[in-house]
Nanobody
Framework: QVQLVESGGGLVQAGGSLRLSCAASGSIFSAMGWYRQAPGKQRELVAT???????NYADSIQGRFTISRDNAKKTVYLQMNSLKPEDTAVYYC???????????WGQGTQVTVSS
């Protein structure tokens, strides 16, 4: 069974930091990414990373967030620094399987930034 399980969300004050983790199981993933969805808004890209480590970031979080992955642990991370109230959202991990090029999503983890 292919699964992506996020963890690390929570409540933090503006200016603080959080690190999200996404543990993958059941398959090997090529590209992986983080997306977020705030209340009343569409899901949006945060950052992506390929299996070889190439990264891409949304302009809104450039310079504050860092995506990384540990292929041996099948885990992708999102280090979030200098958090702002507008970063409040449910953060989702996704991944593209190598075997059949299917896209999987995790269940999401809530990040709330208080002002």
């Amino acid at each position: 069974q292919v699964q992506l399980v996020e963890s690390g969300g929570g409540l933090v004050q503006a200016g603080g930091s959080l690190r999200l983790s996404c543990a993958a199981s059941g398959s090997i993933f090529s590209a992986m990414g983080w997306y977020r969805q705030a209340p009343g808004k569409q899901r949006e890209l945060v950052a992506t990373i390929t299996s070889s480590g190439y990264t891409n970031y949304a302009d809104s979080i450039q310079g504050r967030f860092t995506i990384s992955r540990d292929n041996a642990k099948k885990t992708v991370y999102l280090q979030m620094n200098s958090l702002k109230p507008e970063d409040t959202a449910v953060y989702y991990c996704n991944g593209l399987t190598v075997a059949d090029n299917r896209l999987y999503w995790g269940q999401g983890t809530q990040v709330t930034v208080s002002s």
